[in-house]
């Protein structure tokens, strides 16, 4: 019997297993499966209060492309996703030996506004999960933070208070490199770029998390920006929302340049590469939403999807 997935109006984040409550990243890994990542938080109905989430809300399920029927739900633990976690984003190794399971793994930032941010590891053989590089400088945003888009400030809006503070979001891009040996990731409330080895995230033993917040490494600023890309050459992409544009992070000289740029881009998100060798991406005014100062959604539809090709040949990456 096909297992299928419904849709919750209701506002917690109660232990709805078979229900998507709050779902932030939508991701295909390289055997075409679809995988939804669930934070199992949503905001109260007047959107003052993001509720707290409880096991059974934060999940990642995959679903069969073929048939749209449930492959797997995986559901992490109060110890992995916290009660105020909020999962971000999330990427796929499915090389077979990195694990004994033989299945890979996932990869996802977990962004909280409310403070313990961290990066998260998922054996989806197994379905274990475990947190490393947590509330480090690492994945935390930068004290004072204020980016710029289209020439204004953006500020957090304080929905039940109706303060304005700095935007308090940690580890949110991610991406891996073109081989997989190493992970990187950066806090949207940063201009901070940062790689840590995958086989350090990998490590469970009693040292493991000590050694992977030693292993982080800082490879300088890149600009103001949200999602990452890798493409089959190892360039990763990313928007720079201060100079409306992507740009292309070069992992072998450690140079960050000019993709593509243009004034009808702001918020890029949600990037994606394709196999014909196009890169995809969002541009979601979210500056403009309500959870920024003033605390009015001024967001104007429709919102935009561009495309660009990319340059020498580039393409979808593919581990497995």
Not at 5 to 17: F, I, P, S, W
Not at 109 to 133: A, K, M, P
Not at 169 to 193: H, K, M, Q, T, Y
Not at 265 to 281: E, M, Q, R
Request: hydrophobic letters at 35%; glycine letters at 10%.
């Amino acid at each position: 019997m096909e297992k299928h997935l419904e849709l919750t109006v209701k506002t917690a984040g109660a232990n709805y297993q078979n229900y998507l409550i709050g779902v932030q990243s939508v991701v295909i890994d390289p055997i075409d499966r679809l995988w939804i990542l669930d934070t199992g938080r949503v905001y109260t109905q007047d959107g003052k209060t993001l509720v707290q989430s409880t096991f059974g809300g934060p999940k990642l399920i995959s679903i069969n492309l073929s048939n749209n029927s449930i492959i797997q739900t995986i559901l992490f633990p109060p110890t992995v996703a916290y009660p105020d976690s909020y999962l971000n984003d999330v990427r796929f190794d499915l090389y077979a030996p990195i694990t004994d399971s033989g299945k890979g793994v996932a990869y996802i930032t977990d962004s909280s506004s409310e403070g313990r941010n961290g990066l998260i590891v998922v054996d989806l053989g197994t379905g274990e999960s475990w947190r490393h590089v947590s509330a480090t400088q690492a994945v935390r945003p930068d004290a004072g933070f204020v980016g710029f888009v289209n020439g204004q400030s953006v500020y957090y809006h304080d929905a039940t208070t109706g303060g304005t503070t700095y935007f308090p979001i940690g580890s949110d891009g991610i991406a891996l490199s073109v081989n997989g040996e190493n992970l990187f990731f950066c806090p949207l409330s940063s201009r901070r770029l940062y790689s840590i080895p995958t086989a350090l995230l990998r490590n469970r033993n009693s040292s493991s998390e000590l050694r992977s917040q030693q292993g982080v490494v800082y490879h300088g600023e890149k600009g103001f920006s949200d999602g990452f890309e890798t493409d089959s050459n190892g360039l990763i992409y990313m928007g720079n929302f201060e100079q409306n544009a992507v740009v292309a992070f070069n992992p072998y000289n450690g140079t960050v340049n000019t993709f593509v740029r243009d004034p009808r881009i702001n918020w890029v998100d949600t990037l994606s590469v394709s196999t014909d060798g196009y890169l995809y991406f969002t541009s979601n005014q979210l500056h403009l939403s309500a959870g920024s100062y003033p605390g009015t959604d001024r967001r104007v539809q429709p919102y935009a999807l561009f495309k660009a090709k990319l340059p020498n040949g580039g393409k979808k990456l593919i581990l497995t």
